[in-house]
């Protein structure tokens, strides 16, 4: 430890800083490239006279930029800095066909920089890259930094690539928008969080096996990874079991000032099966720990034609700005009454009081899914309801452990549990 810290502390000593006015060439067009660096190691500046944010990791010599609009990036750089800091080099990324020029046989193109007073530097052909599949599978299980912790962090991947190869879709929750080049096989994304990026991901698909996916990630802030230790990261994914029919629905924001709701909503001939929901602290301070959670469970018409799953949420702070969305797990409906929705008689807690609770399928029944909702209409209490235990047990029922909290045993909720039953095949 003390050898690597003296090692970095070395390289700060040198060419930490980027800052700087670079002449940049990229895939033969020449430019300049306007760099500012904070003492952390966020970038901001310009690139061919456009927005630039990105970071610079001095001990990695690695920094990634991003070319346009915070909110719609169209070009990622990944550039290797030479030891003595006057020069860039590597490849840079085409996020979108329409402003940004990629093609579903190619999004990526090596550029190199140097410092002012010297002319762009040459580069050579673009490195030839293996085809790979014509499409992205939908859905995947990522397998996110293996080759630091010899076994995974697991998350789930939905992504949906379209025309000219562009890819939207969901990576550990949150929203992405990138491209996908068959011809060569390279898939790129960054992944958003409230309306900004935060990390940029790199990989090639079909390289280990079919499908699969395998390469780098980026972050850009210090909050996500990013340090003057280091920006690079592995990632590879692979593609999940088909589920017939199987779709995730986001709902619309609710905005919690003081009650948020979000509704989302499956589509015509699918019911939803699950729900669950996302809050978000839009001002990045602990105001969230006055949120109330009111009820995340599919809406009691889920297993009619008003398919949908609820999120709500409140806030006694009248001035947040917290958010909460809900999240359908829609599956086709198939004919006839197959699922029902069951739910229990509220049960009242006072403060500092539990309740086991418990709702029952019908005879033939198991629950699929179950949920939560408080009828509490006072906005005076934060937090006060805890489900401590919700399982379903082999009989066909859903059992729960509810706790109010709250230390004012005035503090009422009146609290139900729901379930999903399917029948037993």
Not at 138 to 155: L, M, S
Not at 267 to 290: C, H, I, Q, T, Y
Not at 312 to 330: F, G, H, K, L, Y
Not at 346 to 354: D, E, K, N, P, T
Request: with cysteine; net charge neutral; proline share 6%.
């Amino acid at each position: 430890m003390i050898a690597s810290i003296a090692a970095g502390t070395a390289w700060a000593q040198g060419t930490a800083s980027l800052a700087g006015i670079w002449k940049i060439n990229g895939n033969g067009w020449p430019g300049d490239l306007v760099i500012d660096q904070a003492a952390d190691g966020a970038l901001s500046g310009t690139i061919y006279g456009e927005t630039m944010r990105g970071f610079h990791s001095s001990s990695q010599r690695l920094a990634v930029l991003l070319r346009g609009p915070l909110a719609a990036p169209i070009q990622a750089f990944i550039a290797e800095v030479s030891a003595d800091g006057h020069s860039l080099s590597g490849t840079f990324y085409l996020l979108n066909a329409t402003d940004a020029g990629a093609t579903p046989g190619r999004n990526s193109f090596s550029f190199a920089a140097r410092r002012s007073g010297a002319a762009a530097p040459a580069i050579g052909p673009p490195t030839q890259s293996p085809a790979g599949p014509t499409a992205l599978a939908r859905d995947f299980t990522v397998f996110n930094r293996p080759a630091e912790f010899g076994q995974a962090q697991r998350f789930s991947m939905s992504l949906v690539d379209g025309a000219n190869g562009a890819v939207t879709g969901i990576a550990f929750g949150d929203p992405v928008a990138g491209h996908y080049a068959g011809g060569t096989g390279t898939l790129v994304f960054v992944r958003m969080s409230g309306g900004l990026p935060y990390q940029v991901f790199i990989g090639r698909v079909g390289t280990a096996a079919p499908g699969e996916i395998s390469g780098e990630f980026y972050p850009l802030t210090r909050g996500v990874g990013a340090s003057l230790g280091r920006i690079r990261y592995d990632w590879s994914a692979t593609p999940a079991a088909a589920i017939t029919g199987y779709q995730l629905v986001f709902g619309d924001v609710g905005r919690i000032a003081p009650l948020g709701v979000s509704i989302a909503a499956c589509p015509p001939g699918k019911v939803a099966v699950g729900a669950g929901f996302r809050m978000r602290d839009v001002n990045l301070v602990w105001e969230s720990s006055n949120m109330h959670m009111n009820q995340f469970s599919p809406h009691r018409a889920a297993v009619g034609s008003d398919s949908r799953a609820r999120g709500t949420m409140q806030n006694p702070v009248s001035v947040s700005r917290d958010e909460v969305t809900a999240r359908a797990i829609c599956a086709p409906k198939a004919g006839g009454p197959d699922l029902l929705f069951v739910e229990s008689a509220a049960v009242q807690l006072r403060g500092q009081s539990s309740a086991d609770m418990r709702v029952e399928c019908p005879v033939g029944h198991k629950p699929l899914a179950f949920g939560f909702r408080d009828d509490t209409t006072s906005l005076a209490m934060g937090n006060h309801a805890l489900v401590q235990d919700m399982t379903p047990d082999g009989d066909g029922a859903l059992n729960a452990t509810v706790r109010n909290r709250s230390v004012i045993q005035s503090d009422r909720i009146d609290v139900r549990i729901s379930a999903i039953c399917a029948p037993v095949g």
